[in-house]
């Protein structure tokens, strides 16, 4: 006999690929171990020695020390993927790219969207808990180079434990520009919004409140017109921005990417004049490498360079350029620079 928290753990490890998510699930399991440890402790304590003939006082304080170790260690472990997960991160703010990520419940087709919308090919079946480690990839959303990730889908009621021990994987949702949150809108009425409720509170439990949310409905070819209509209708109580889709076949994708683009970070329109210089063909390789350049010329003595890139990108760029003796304008310039500049 084994209880519901030990059933998802079961499923865990045999879904898990990726050595973080082994370490997840193994922690997971040892605080599981432990809660029990510390009862078997209690009661020998007391004088109760648990189970037949019990564990003397000495192999439960033992058995009790040697976990807690193990925990430790793999505390540790976990730390230094998520200190490595933050530099990530931090470089990818520093390039300017915005940071999409897909949430929902598990086996809403959250990693048959991933690979629709990136044309990648990540695991997506209908098994449960397919997806257990984070998985991120660039994609050109409208002329935009935007991050999006994958990531581990909810479930109704998941001990704590199993959040806190996930919790460097839900990370990648608390940071996102935009949380698409994929539903299964070929269920039931009455599991959809269970399931949709999960997600919305689990988000909540995670910290990522506040954070745009694009409700994404998957597997409309499923189902009806008449029946998405009524669905759709339904879930505007529970939530807003409901987009249709069918990740599978890549109906009203497009529409779903317009509505992506609205959450893009905001890009400013620039042109710069460089001497030319070893050291200014050196910037604009940068820059090809960093924005979104539209129009290079080679003058005489100059380089214009006509591009894209988000405001503090662009302060960064124009810092290099004044010091090369060249000019760089843009609307707004002003206002844009102290927003760029707190």
């Given at each position: ?17 990726r ?56 505390q ?13 991160r ?6 300017g ?31 449960l ?17 935007v ?63 506040g ?16 029946e ?26 497009n ?25 200014s ?62």
């Amino acid at each position: 006999m084994i209880d519901r928290f030990q059933l998802i753990l079961e499923i865990f490890s045999r879904r898990a690929s990726r050595r973080e998510a082994k370490l997840q699930i193994d922690l997971a399991r040892l605080r599981y171990e432990l809660a029990h440890a510390r009862e078997k402790v209690r009661l020998a304590r007391i004088g109760e020695q648990p189970g037949f003939l019990g564990l003397g006082k000495y192999e439960v304080d033992v058995y009790y020390e040697a976990v807690s170790r193990q925990v430790h260690g793999i505390q540790e472990k976990l730390k230094t993927a998520r200190r490595t997960r933050e530099l990530h991160r931090h470089r990818r703010r520093k390039l300017g790219f915005s940071l999409f990520s897909l949430a929902g419940y598990t086996n809403s087709g959250k990693s048959t969207l991933f690979n629709t919308l990136t044309q990648e090919h990540v695991p997506a079946n209908p098994d449960l808990f397919t997806t257990l480690s984070t998985t991120t990839r660039a994609v050109n959303l409208l002329r935009e180079t935007v991050l999006i990730t994958d990531t581990v889908g909810f479930v109704d009621r998941l001990p704590l434990t199993l959040i806190e021990a996930f919790r460097s994987t839900l990370e990648e949702t608390i940071f996102s520009d935009l949380i698409l949150l994929v539903v299964d809108v070929s269920e039931p009425q009455d599991e959809i919004e269970r399931k949709l409720l999960c997600c919305l509170d689990t988000i909540q439990e995670i910290g990522a409140t506040g954070i745009p949310v694009i409700t994404v409905l998957n597997k409309t070819d499923l189902i009806s017109t008449r029946e998405l209509t009524d669905r759709t209708g339904n879930l505007k109580d529970y939530t807003s921005n409901l987009i249709p889709v069918s990740a599978l076949y890549k109906t009203n994708i497009n529409l779903l990417k317009e509505e992506m683009a609205k959450h893009l970070i905001g890009h400013l329109q620039s042109f710069a004049t460089i001497p030319i210089s070893k050291e200014s063909l050196s910037l604009v390789s940068w820059v090809f490498d960093h924005a979104d350049v539209r129009k290079v010329e080679y003058e005489k003595d100059n380089v214009n360079i006509s591009f894209g890139a988000p405001p503090h990108l662009t302060d960064k760029i124009r810092d290099r350029v004044d010091k090369l003796g060249g000019t760089l304008r843009y609307e707004g310039e002003e206002s844009l620079r102290t927003q760029a500049k707190p």
